[in-house]
C-alpha cells in the first residue's frame, strides 16, 4: 500500500496530482488504524503508469523470438 507521497513518487506525479484524483473519486483509498490514506499499487497504476527504473530506460522492452541456429534450412 501506497501513502500518498509514495504514490506521488511511484509515478512521477505531485502529491497534489494524487489528491485531485482522489477527491475526484478517480483513486479510490481507504485509511489505515494512524488515520493515513492508503492507496492500492493496483488502483494507483490503473490511472497512472508506473515509472521505469534508470537500468530499464532506453531499453527495448518488446519480448524478442530467438530461433535456434540448429533450425534454420542449410
Known sequence: MHT???AAAAVGRNKTAILRAIEAGKL???KDENGEWQIDPAELHRIYPPLLSASMRGKDLQ???YQSPLLTPV
Open 28 to 30: 479510490p483509498v481507504v
Open 4 to 6: 500518498i507521497a509514495t
Open 63 to 65: 519480448p524478442r523470438l
